[in-house]
Every structure is written in structure tokens, then in C-alpha cells.
């Protein structure tokens, strides 16, 4: 498991919240899923932030982006766009 390259400490990326986290990949799907492990495109978060309310970024398609857009930012600024577009396919920005 690769360390994120969205966050460093152990804490809801929403809320700041370090109780009830699950780690959410950025980049679902089966295979982007193994992806986003490899390459530390996942985060923390609280919850209802992740699946356990409407709120959540499966449900919420906004903050679903939103999250993607961050991490293809962050991604790119280590490693390049061609290489995103290389292990992901698909540009989010």
C-alpha cells in the first residue's frame, strides 16, 4: 500500500475528524480501484463523509469530482499528465 499523496496524518480529509474513518479510494472501478492503491490516490474519511450518508462522496457527485480534480492535480504535479492519463485514462481537470 502506497502512502497517500493527498494527506499525511491519519485524519478525515474533509473534517480534520481522526474517529470513524474509512479510506476512501479516488479512483473506483475494479481496476482503478488497485490503481489508485498503488499510486496513493486514496484519503480518509469520516463516514458519513464516505458511504453512510447522502452526504457521502458516493452519493455526492460534486464532492466525488471535487476529489477526483484534487488528486489528478496532485498526481500530475509528482508524476505528469501523460503519465495520469497513462494509468487512468480519463482526465478529470
Known sequence: MA???MQTE????????TSN??????FGGNANRKKSEQWGCWVYLRADYHNASNQGVHFDKSL????????QAKF???????????VFGRNYL
Open 76 to 86: 500530475e504535479q509528482l508524476y505528469g499528465h501523460n503519465t495520469f492519463m497513462m
Open 64 to 71: 466525488d469530482l471535487a476529489l477526483k480534480q484534487e488528486c
Open 10 to 17: 491519519r485524519e478525515c480529509y474533509i473534517t480534520h475528524s
Open 21 to 26: 474513518l474509512h479510506k476512501h479510494h479516488i
Open 3 to 5: 502512502k497517500s499523496i
